[in-house]
């Protein structure tokens, strides 16, 4: 199993929808979590940062964690065509050395 | 600067030569990382920086790469003898302290190389 996995989509929803996206981890990554956005052809940025169970909100955004289940999700409210982008996850281990998924490509439809 | 600056944002090399890749991270921030991502993966792990010292090479894979940070700063990724499996793009990116622990991570604009 790989560290970090995610359903590479593609994922379409329609604009105002509410957008899903899931990621689930092995027992090697336990620390923090995190999830990035991609454009195309751009470097990834920072979305939301989770570090214990739960949910936590940024505006749009709700990233929940669970660490029984081992797996973390990011919400998208009242999804924009602008938030089409590829979504990466990524996780950490205690020797501080990070693991990205694949990411999850994600079309907000107009 | 503002942010992570990497140099050259494009490099073509040929098969067998040698390359450097420079990061200069955003001032300031002690942990700099090394990432490599090619067409629809995510970023695979290389190195990462602490101040001056590699504190984890791990995922350099194989002895071709090195990476030094000699001031703590400006950190160079060194590919010998490059191959056309190394094409990808290279991520830098920097944090104030270990990522993770309080601090996150931003990114560079990445080094896309390209071995003909």
């Known amino acids: 199993q790989k560290e970090v996995e995610q359903n590479s989509g593609p994922l379409s929803v329609p604009e105002g929808a509410i957008a899903s996206l899931n990621c689930t981890y092995s027992?090697?990554?336990?620390?923090?979590f995190f999830w990035y956005r991609q454009y195309s052809g751009k470097s990834p940025e920072l979305i939301m940062s989770?570090?214990?169970?739960g949910d936590k909100e940024d505006g749009r955004f709700t990233a929940q964690l669970n660490k029984a289940s081992q797996y973390v999700s990011l919400l998208i409210r009242d999804s924009q065509p602008s938030d089409s982008a590829t979504y990466l996850c990524a996780g950490s281990n205690t020797g501080n050395q990070f693991y990205f998924g694949t990411g999850t490509s994600l079309t907000v439809i107009p | 600067g503002a942010g992570v600056s990497q140099t050259p944002s494009n490099k073509v090399t040929e098969k067998g030569k040698y390359v450097e890749l420079r990061c200069d991270p955003i001032?300031?921030?002690?942990?700099l990382y090394w990432y490599r991502q090619s067409l629809g993966q995510g970023p695979e792990f290389l190195i990462y920086f602490q101040g001056t010292g590699a504190a984890d090479d791990s995922g350099l894979p194989n002895d071709r790469f090195f990476a030094v940070r000699p001031e703590g700063s400006v950190s160079t990724l060194k590919i010998q003898r490059t191959e056309r499996g190394d094409s990808a793009v290279y991520l830098c990116?920097?944090?104030?302290?270990?990522w993770g622990q309080g601090s996150e991570a931003f990114f560079g604009q990445g080094t896309r190389l390209t071995v003909v």
């Open positions: 989770i570090y214990s169970n």
């Open positions: 990116a920097s944090s104030l302290t270990l």
């Open positions: 001032s300031g921030h002690t942990a």
């Open positions: 027992d090697r990554v336990s620390q923090s």
